[in-house]
């Protein structure tokens, strides 16, 4: 099996990927509603429905940030895991 044969499924995959995609995006754009006029009450930051008052932007503690990219890595990687051994479905929370 050459080099070439061996890629072969993966480029028709690709090309399957982007028939199936640009013609979509371009439905999509033709269909989407235009918009005809901007309306500077419509972009206006809401809460509940009233004007807000104060500062909206808070600071966020990046303590723990390290911890739970660690979580989410190491839990994606023993889902994959255990998911390949067909127990899946006995580790889920």
């Known amino acids: 099996m050459s080099a070439s044969a061996a890629f072969e499924p993966l480029l028709w995959m690709l090309l399957f990927g982007v028939v199936a ?3 979509a995006l371009i439905v999509a754009k033709m269909i989407a509603p235009r918009r005809r006029f901007w309306n500077p009450v419509k972009y ?8 807000p008052s104060g ?8 303590q723990y940030y390290s911890y739970v990219l660690m979580f989410v890595a190491i839990r994606c990687y023993t889902d ?9 479905a006995l580790c889920t929370s």
């Open 55 to 62: 500062e909206g932007r808070t600071r966020f503690m990046m």
């Open 80 to 88: 994959t895991s255990f998911m390949q051994w067909g127990v899946f």
């Open 21 to 23: 995609s640009v013609p």
């Open 44 to 51: 206006m930051p809401m809460e509940c429905g009233q004007v």
